[in-house]
């Protein structure tokens, strides 16, 4: 049978319309990233630049959890590889002399062969021994960034981290990172190219695989889907984007510490996911947005900010399990009384009868 | 090595590991009966110990007319929260969890601003110290010893031996048959909120007078906790009991021997290497 | 000549005999009938076939080749897939993206040209969804393409289970009670398609199933066992007349009332 | 659910504008300073709060003072080119976060505008240096000296350093004059731990006394029992828990006496109050406490009825608070005499002038021959020991010599 008979036999499929919103959506991404790009030329006060920046790689830091989350394991050490990032490609840079530009993928490298390493024996684990032993393996690096202060820094951690090395772009001019929007356009291209990974992981073929793994883990394996071998790539894909995401943020703040890789950046990123709506692909991204810029305006008293943050879960929890992304359909449904999701649903139903 | 060394490192780690397991036995006796993970079970230890700083300290009651209020108090404070945020989400344990370390987080900041920021004392119920061949413990750390020990036991012999008990574990395997049984789900969590819940608060009472508390107290409770019930199993009060100690005879002969700064970081790696050869921890048993 | 075959092949569930000291041998695109009271031990051999549950005993051989230690998913790659008693589908995936999922083995794929969804992995995804409108034709699902699953009605749930399995490129069909819960005319139907797989695709088909009527009606030849033993094997006419399976029966039925 | 991802998509775009929208009009309110502000930053939450919190109140108490005038300020607010001028504190939270850190110092620096800003702890510090240091910022850092952070290339930042001032007067005292000759160092293993002990090696490596025991403990360590029968072990004479922050500290002091050690402890700024409730002053026989002073300066019991009167004595945080004092008034006068707010201009004068400590005078700016550079004020130090239930002065108005 041919395509054409296919379109006819069924309806207009939907599959179809899937597969060209995924075509064309590399022209979306280029486009939100252009868009975005202007915002430092057109707001040139540092602060905002520096908080959209907090941002942008928070939210590759978030929507790598949330994607490891997605594939049912409980993760609990998104700091670890986090971690593994940052040091790696601070020791490349100012111990093997390397350029930034090969260091930060080599970092995000280094820490996916280091998912991948203890990937096929703690994957095995499930529910909190996974959290327990991602967490474990988070704080014993910690440990051991602390003891060896050679070449770790110790518990001081490692100053003076250099810049990203400059680059001549033809027909841009220099960019040295002297500024913060030079800074501003890496962490934005570094967090679409991330977004845009995870939206082939979660939308393309291979991401219909992942679903399936989550709607029916039995029915998957009966059909000859390697379970492992997927949560294993998701874990080192993941993984190593989040570690390119530490990366920038050790060159953009030129200090880390262990201080800075602990159990709490990966119990915010959580926060920020549940909040924003762990189903969703946008969920990670509006829940950090959110509660970045929310937390803002708590900056003075970081007791104030928890508060807000803990109120806003629990709120999320029990009243909005789907997130905030899912506020709007809340509402609507408060108001209309049948929500689109339902009258989609009713639809199907008289298609068939 | 002296002998006398030896001895009280052994009484160090007996210490520690009675103080560990107290902490855990609350939140391990949560996930036995009802398969979550309580995360704000940190904050109840933390509230029990405030409690008992204003009972006590603020208020000047006798410690022990304190030590049953406390419990009483926090346990009732437990099943409210069951009652009013856990029971609708009940069946989703991930959520549980989140919803666990929301509510740690909440308390614990709401705690700095109600209670203060500086650290407070709890003075001490039973002073003095005790000499043994040459080792030395105070006696509020002995008593932290013996009644972390009775309440391990009788636990213990509550879960296995009496009816109530019994109709908890029924639960525990298999809720649905319990509730055909006559068990009611909901009381059974009310009461495990209860337990759970009163068990943080006796660590906190018994623990407070050791250290000082701070809102903070609980959240680093609590993951230690958690170490100790993940190295433990989940879910197994004598496995948690066995991995209190593993874990404070590590800290107790790595600090003296190793130094404080790496004894940390063995035991996690410790726990790490074990649960990746034995993904159930000790005496954990594979659950659905 | 036999394309699986079990030899010897015991289960324990604790002390208690599942299957015990079973052999039986499937040959290639023959419909295999599998009867027996329930509690037979049915399920557990699909389950030890698939290598969901590894047996204590014997020895499970496909085409020549030793399953026994594999994993379910390999044995899956290997083309021995199988359905499940209760209806599992992907139920929050459209009937189409149901069969997709069963590709997957199909597609070699790099992970950068997944990433990057280049040509050729646009080409590959229409080729795909080429085959997947095939199959569903095939079963006769191709106007609920865009259904999402758990709307179906049961029937064509049960179908599109089997053309899941299908979609993996099963070799050998194990299906596991498919008429269970189907009027008459949806049985019949299934039925016809099953017949219709052997025939298009040359597939061997294992059957477990209550609907007794049916089995006879569909299979070649008839294996029955009882307490997870064989107690007979043969033509449908020669199993109907088979004492001890009447016995297992009648006993059974005198039981239960 | 799975349909709406076309009409997600398009709220998001929409959510991303209005975010852009209002991102652009912020950046466009922030207009003309019009009040002149010193930014804080310091962990206002979290385990080290009492300490930031307490600092945070102390800067206040310092900028009213100015602004309102008192017993230490004469006059109100400052003068430059013969305008008047009001200071106006702005605290931020880092909750010992680095990332938070630097936020706050992009915060303070870029949208606030400010010129000066008091930080807490080495670690926040580096961390937002290169910003602070680039936008030339002065930045006056209350933490433990460190090279890393104090020296020329970091032309605007400078410290109130205490610790190693205590170490280099406090050790050779102890050599000459005791018989104390073995000593273990604790310290948690945080910067300031890590600074700190370096200041004791550094001062006990100008006399012969031995160090039989050095180690780090993890930050949020409550149990010290193991460790001290470590040290027990060593035979010391005396134990070095400089720095340690004053929960952990008094319950060292409580379990090390529980475990037998009758010595002495030195510890830098205690919180006698806390020691007093937590150990118990019995078990607080012979600790050396520095800077300690059994006889408190004018400007020092000013200070504290001051803060006892308008924070409550329980929020106290001992002889620490002394120290948040002094910036505030130095870089007043500084400006006042440099006649701008420029900050290059106003570091060169500060680095020359004679200064009115809370400690007593004379005080100067030194340091050159440890970091290379004058960051550091030098004031008469004095150290006391608790001797039969009562503080005893044992150094008065020594200098940290050493380090000119």
């Known amino acids: 049978m041919t395509k054409a008979a296919a379109c006819h036999n069924g309806l207009p499929s939907a599959y179809l319309q899937k597969l060209n919103r995924q075509k064309r959506a590399p022209y979306g991404f280029l486009g939100i990233f252009f868009l975005l790009s202007m915002v430092p030329f057109i707001c040139r006060n540092d602060y905002y630049v520096h908080v959209m920046i907090a941002i942008f790689y928070t939210v590759i830091y978030t929507s790598t959890y949330r994607f490891i989350l997605r594939t049912g394991q409980f993760h609990f050490g998104a700091h670890a590889f986090i971690g593994i990032g940052a040091y790696a490609s601070v020791l490349l840079v100012t111990r093997a002399g390397w350029s930034f530009w090969a260091a930060m993928p080599a970092a995000g490298i280094i820490a996916a062969v280091c998912a991948l390493i203890v990937g096929f024996p703690i994957l095995r684990l499930k529910g909190i021994y996974f959290a327990i032993i991602t967490w474990g393996l988070g704080d014993t690096l910690r440990f051991v960034y602390m003891r060896f202060k050679n070449p770790f820094g110790g518990a001081l951690g490692i100053f003076s981290i250099p810049g990203p090395n400059p680059i001549t772009i033809p027909g841009v001019g220099v960019i040295d990172f002297s500024q913060k929007s030079h800074y501003y356009i890496l962490a934005l291209a570094l967090m679409m190219l991330t977004l845009y990974v995870l939206y082939r992981l979660e939308r393309s073929r291979i991401g219909l695989v992942f679903g399936a793994i989550r709607e029916g883990d039995q029915l998957a394996r009966a059909i000859g889907i390697n379970i492992m071998n997927y949560k294993v790539l998701a874990f080192a894909v993941c993984s190593g984007l989040a570690a390119m995401g530490g990366s920038f943020y050790a060159h953009y703040t030129y200090y880390i510490s262990p201080q800075d890789f602990t159990v709490l950046l990966t119990i915010y990123l959580a926060i920020y996911t549940v909040v924003g709506g762990q189903d969703s692909y946008f969920g990670a991204i509006v829940g950090t947005v959110v509660l970045s810029l929310a937390g803002e305006i708590f900056a003075g008293y970081s007791h104030y900010q928890l508060i807000m943050y803990s109120t806003f879960m629990i709120v999320v929890l029990l009243f909005l399990p789907q997130g905030l992304v899912s506020f709007p359909r809340y509402i609507a449904r408060l108001f209309v009384g049948n929500s689109a999701n339902e009258v989609k649903g009713k639809g199907n139903e008289s298609a068939l009868t | ?155 213990y012999f509550f879960l296995m031996r009496s009816r109530l008990g019994l109709g908890l574990r029924a639960f525990a395997e298999d809720p649905e048959a319990a509730e055909l049984q006559g068990i009611s789900n909901d009381h059974v969590c009310s009461l495990g909120f209860f337990i759970g819940c009163g068990l943080a608060a006796l660590a906190g009472l018994l623990v407070a007078p050791i250290f000082i508390i701070t809102p903070a107290m609980g959240s680093h409770a609590v993951l230690i906790s958690l170490l100790v019930i993940g190295l433990g199993g989940l879910g197994s009060i004598p496995g948690a009991l066995l991995s209190a100690f593993i874990i404070g005879s590590i800290e107790s002969f790595g600090t003296a021997y190793l130094g404080a700064n790496i004894t940390w970081g063995l035991i996690f790696i410790f726990v790490v290497v074990f649960l990746t050869i034995r993904p159930t921890g000790i005496l954990g048993v594979e659950r659905e | 000549m036999s394309q699986l075959s079990l030899k010897g092949v015991s289960k324990y569930f604790g002390g208690l005999a599942a299957i015990q000291n079973l052999d039986f041998e499937v040959k290639e695109g023959e419909i295999r009938g ?74 070699r794929f790099s992970l950068l040209d997944l990433i990057l969804g280049g040509r050729r992995s646009r080409a590959t995804d229409i ?12 079963m006769g699902l191709s106007a609920f393409a865009d259904a999402q699953a758990e709307n179906l009605p049961h029937g064509l749930q049960r179908k599109l289970g089997v053309a899941i399995a299908l979609a993996a490129r099963a070799k050998v069909l194990l299906l596991d009670e498919p008429l269970t819960g189907m009027n008459p005319s949806e049985a019949q139907d299934m039925i016809e398609t099953i017949r219709q797989i052997r025939k298009e695709y040359g597939t061997t088909i294992i059957l477990v199933e209550h609907n007794l009527q049916a089995v006879m009606e569909l299979c070649e030849k008839i294996t029955v066992i009882n307490f997870g033993q064989k107690i007979a094997e043969g033509e449908p006419g020669q199993i109907k007349r088979d004492e001890k399976v009447i016995e297992a029966y009648i006993g059974k039925n005198a039981h239960a009332t | 659910m799975k349909m709406q991802r076309g009409s997600y998509f398009r709220r998001i775009i929409w959510v991303g504008i209005v975010v852009g929208l209002v991102l652009i009009s912020a950046g466009a309110y922030c207009g003309d300073v019009t009040e002149v502000e010193i930014g804080g930053i310091t962990s206002l939450s979290g385990v080290a709060a009492p300490w930031g919190i307490g600092m945070n109140n102390v800067w206040q108490l310092a900028i009213d003072e100015i602004n309102n005038g008192g017993k230490w300020w004469k006059k109100k607010g400052f003068t430059v080119n013969g305008k008047k001028y009001n200071w106006k504190l702005k605290t931020y939270d880092h909750a010992f976060d680095a990332g938070k850190a630097v936020s706050a110092a992009n915060r303070l620096i870029n949208r606030d505008r400010v010129k000066i800003i008091f930080a807490f702890d080495g670690g926040m510090i580096k961390a937002f240096q290169p910003i602070s240091e680039k936008a030339k910022v002065i930045t006056v850092a209350y933490a433990s000296p460190g090279k890393d952070y104090i020296n020329p290339k970091n032309f605007y930042t400078w410290m109130y350093g205490i610790d190693c001032m205590a170490a280099v007067i406090f050790y050779p005292w102890l050599e000459k004059n005791t018989d ?13 731990g890590h600074t700190t002990e370096a200041a004791s090696r550094f001062g006990i490596s100008k006399t012969k006394l031995e160090i039989v025991f050095d180690d780090f403990f993890p930050a949020d360590m409550t149990d010290f029992y193991p460790i001290l029968t470590r040290i027990i072990q060593k035979k010391p004479d005396l134990i070095d828990i400089g720095n340690v922050d004053p929960a952990a500290r008094a319950l060292i002091v409580k379990q090390a006496r529980e475990l037998g050690f009758k010595g002495p402890m030195y510890i830098i700024t205690p919180d006698i109050a806390n020691l007093k409730s937590v150990a118990g002053w019995e078990n607080c026989e012979k600790l050396y406490f520095a800077p300690y002073d059994t006889q408190l300066t004018e400007g020092q019991k000013y200070v504290k009825d001051m803060y006892v009167k308008r924070f409550g004595e329980e929020n106290w945080i001992g002889a620490i608070s002394y120290i948040f004092w002094d910036y505030a008034f130095w870089l007043s006068e500084a400006i006042e005499k440099a006649g701008t707010f420029d900050t290059t201009t106003v570091c060169n004068v500060l680095e020359k002038m004679k200064l009115k400590s809370i400690y007593g005078e004379p ?17 008469p130090y004095n150290i006391s020991q608790v001797q039969n239930g009562k503080l005893v002065q044992v150094i008065s108005g020594a200098y940290a010599t050493y380090l000119k």
Not at chain 2, 42 to 48: N, V
Not at chain 2, 69 to 88: D, H, S, Y
Not at chain 4, 180 to 192: F, G, K, Q, S
Request: include cysteine.
């Open chain 2, 1 to 155: 090595m002296e002998l006398h060394e030896l001895v009280q490192n052994v009484v160090n780690a007996i210490s520690i590991g009675s103080i560990y397991a107290l902490l855990a036995l609350g939140l391990t006796l949560l996930f036995s009966i009802m398969d979550i993970l309580f995360f704000a079970h940190g904050a109840m230890y933390m509230l029990g110990a405030y409690a008992t700083y204003y009972f006590c300290t603020k208020f000047g009651w006798n410690y022990f007319v304190a030590i049953p209020l406390v419990i009483l108090l926090i346990g009732t404070f437990g099943t409210l929260i069951e009652k009013g945020l856990f029971r609708p989400i009940r069946n989703d344990h991930v959520a549980i969890i989140f919803l666990g370390i929301a509510l740690n987080w909440f308390l614990e900041s709401a705690g700095f601003i109600v209670f203060g920021l500086r650290p407070k004392p709890v003075a001490s119920a039973f002073p003095g110290k005790l000499q043994f061949l040459g080792s030395t413990i105070s006696w509020e750390r002995a008593v932290v010893v013996i009644i972390g020990m009775i309440a391990v036991f009788s636990l």
């Open chain 3, 34 to 107: 599998l009867i027996g009271p329930n509690g037979a031990g049915k399920t557990t051999v699909f389950n030890v076939i698939t290598g969901e549950l590894s047996p204590n005993a014997g020895e499970i051989l496909y085409a020549g080749r030793l399953l026994n230690g594999l994993k379910t998913h390999q044995v899956a790659k290997l083309g021995i897939v199988r359905t499940y008693q209760l209806v599992t589908l992907f139920s929050g995936y459209s009937a189409l993206e149901n069969i997709l999922v069963g590709f997957h083995s199909e597609s």
């Open chain 3, 127 to 138: 080729a795909q969804l080429d085959k997947a409108m095939e199959i569903l034709a095939f």
């Open chain 4, 363 to 379: 005080a100067y700016f030194a340091g050159k021959g440890y970091y290379g550079i004058n960051r550091m004020p030098l004031y």
């Open chain 4, 180 to 192: 104390i000759r073995r000593i273990a160092i604790l310290e948690p293993d945080h910067w300031t």
